[in-house]
């Protein structure tokens, strides 16, 4: 790895990212080999947004790899209440561990509190930002299942508001992939990420748009289904209508390939059937507990390397 | 009373000492203001003329402002609204310097983030920075890109 903070997927070549997933390969296949190599160091965890799995996945992976967390709490309790700034609690934190995790309701956070402090820093979710480690997960996952090159992925569900949504379809760029992006008009892919995709990654990918996964599902190599929220929607009876037409049941996947690899961040709420989850199709638990290797991957590159070039 | 039918333009008197802004795109003139913080309440001595005429644009037009001379900022924010804009520095009625604007990669500190939650909207210490992109700028904080409306962004 190039880098010592890991702030948005945009700024990981294929490189970068075939590094983590060979490393995070490894420690899957050897977890007891690296149990005691970072013992002492701490990582210090910086949620100022409720989470479950993505918390929880890197205290696993910083434990599993021999070292400990600090954790702020929540921000309820903690000096943010009373008004500090985001520069100064990370510049704080950064003096009581060898690196911080950070999520945050705004945008752009990770990206300013990486201009404050000289440890490794993880974005873990920037508002309707970014959120690379999740990327990694994904795309270890898809490289498990389907491989990284010559992929067809559908991405569906909130396009618009779903930062991993656009981590991941950065992220493919780098590979030989056609992105098919599943959405209700309004809940399409930011023109940002759309001009992103077309502009600066070289035209390398192929990215098309949907309101129905009809027409593209046969082709799918994966399927990455994302939660639309209630929130989004003026009234309930919209999102009632709306939510329904992006569901996926095991009828709706009569008409995909064999090998179909149906993926999804969770929480999910009623977007993929339980009764898909006995299918071959499932990947999505096996897509979470993938959160640990790699995040053990990018903990012990990051605290290995003892700092690098920066993230520019 | 005067009446000059066969003068249909623009007559705007010189200026002794300041900046004469020539070849804004027609209409953008009152940005351009807003840009330099100039509302006329200050008593600055200045004339605008817009959309008058022009060879290069087809409309363009003119700003003279008595007694002031541009920053590198305000000549960076005025080359994203009017990128052909020539800029004319005056003393004692004659034109000493005369420079094209610069795009400039990065303007820091003059926009503010149009998006509400962005980091750099809110109390951090931190000054807002956009890349200048062919068509319009981007947020280096939040990724948010601005086409039109550039000049309500400038932070006063």
Do not use: W
């Amino acid at each position: 790895m190039r880098h010592d903070h890991v702030i948005t997927s945009k700024h990981l070549s294929r490189g970068d990212i075939e590094t983590v997933l060979d490393r995070a390969a490894e420690i899957a296949a050897d977890p007891s080999a690296v149990a005691d190599r970072h013992a002492g160091a701490l990582l210090g965890l910086l949620f100022f947004e409720p989470s479950t799995r993505t918390k929880m996945s890197f205290e696993t992976a910083m434990k599993r790899l021999g070292g400990d967390v600090v954790d702020m709490g929540s921000v309820e309790s903690s000096s943010v209440k009373k008004g500090e700034t985001l520069a100064d609690t990370v510049r704080v934190i950064e003096g009581y561990a060898d690196a911080l995790v950070l999520r945050h309701p705004r945008e752009g956070a990770a990206t300013m509190a990486s201009e404050f402090v000289d440890v490794p820093l993880l974005n873990a979710g920037d508002g309707a930002g970014q959120h690379p480690t999740q990327t990694l997960l994904d795309l270890y996952t898809i490289r498990e299942n389907a491989g990284l090159d010559d992929l067809t992925i559908g991405i569906m569900g909130d396009l618009k508001y779903g930062r991993t949504v656009h981590s991941l379809a950065y992220a493919l760029s780098n590979f030989d992939t056609r992105q098919h992006f599943v959405s209700p008009e309004s809940l399409r892919l930011p023109r940002e990420v759309v001009y992103d995709l077309h502009q600066q990654q070289g035209g390398r990918t192929g990215i098309r748009e949907h309101e129905s996964l009809e027409a593209v599902l046969s082709d799918l190599d994966v399927l990455y289904v994302t939660r639309i929220q209630r929130e989004r929607f003026p009234d309930e009876s919209e999102y009632r209508k709306v939510a329904g037409e992006y569901r996926i049941d095991a009828e709706t996947l009569e008409d995909a390939a064999d090998d179909l690899t149906v993926m999804h961040p969770l929480p999910r709420v009623d977007e993929i059937a339980p009764e898909v989850d006995d299918t071959d199709h499932a990947a999505y638990f096996e897509q979470a507990h993938n959160g640990v290797p790699v995040r053990m991957a990018l903990l012990d590159l990051l605290l290995s390397e003892g700092g690098g070039g920066r993230d520019e | 009373m005067s009446d000059d039918r066969g003068d249909h333009e623009l007559r705007v008197s010189k200026i002794r000492n300041g900046t004469v802004i020539d070849h804004v795109p027609g209409g953008q003139a009152l940005n351009v203001l807003a840009i330099l913080g100039i509302d006329g309440s200050e008593g600055e001595e200045l004339s605008v003329g817009m959309n008058v005429p022009s060879d290069r644009l087809a409309r363009k037009d003119i700003l003279k402002v008595e007694d002031r001379e541009l920053s590198q900022d305000e000549v960076d924010v005025l080359s994203l609204i009017a990128p052909d804009a020539t800029i004319n520095i005056v003393r004692e009625y004659d034109v000493v310097e005369k420079h094209r604007v610069d795009r400039p990669d990065v303007v820091e500190g003059v926009l503010s983030c149009p998006n509400d939650g962005c980091i750099s909207a809110g109390d951090e210490p931190v000054d807002s920075r956009f890349e200048v992109l062919d068509d319009g700028v981007r947020c280096e904080y939040c990724d948010t890109i601005v086409r039109e409306g550039i000049a309500s962004l400038i932070d006063t």
